[in-house]
């Protein structure tokens, strides 16, 4: 799934878990999902930091001859 997806998701999720909480349904299923997505958001947030750091420290490996 793509970032821009699973943002929208996540944002999606968050209105739906405070509409069950202001209506004191039980939320947990939503809860769980929205976790789930957010913690992908941050890993691919993490790795893409960790790749531009790499690519910074290690200009020649991907230069042609």
């Known amino acids: 799934m793509h970032e821009e997806e ?3 998701k996540v944002n999606q ?5 405070e509409t ?3 209506q004191n ?3 947990i299923e939503l809860e769980v999902e ?7 958001l941050q890993l691919r947030h993490a790795r893409k930091i960790a790749h ?3 690519l910074f420290k290690n200009p ?3 230069e042609e001859n």
């Open 20 to 22: 069950e909480r202001r």
């Open 6 to 8: 699973i943002r929208m």
């Open 34 to 40: 929205h976790c789930y997505l957010a913690e992908e």
């Open 13 to 17: 999720l968050r209105g739906w878990i």
């Open 52 to 54: 531009e750091e790499y």
């Open 60 to 62: 020649r490996v991907f």
């Open 25 to 27: 349904n039980d939320a």
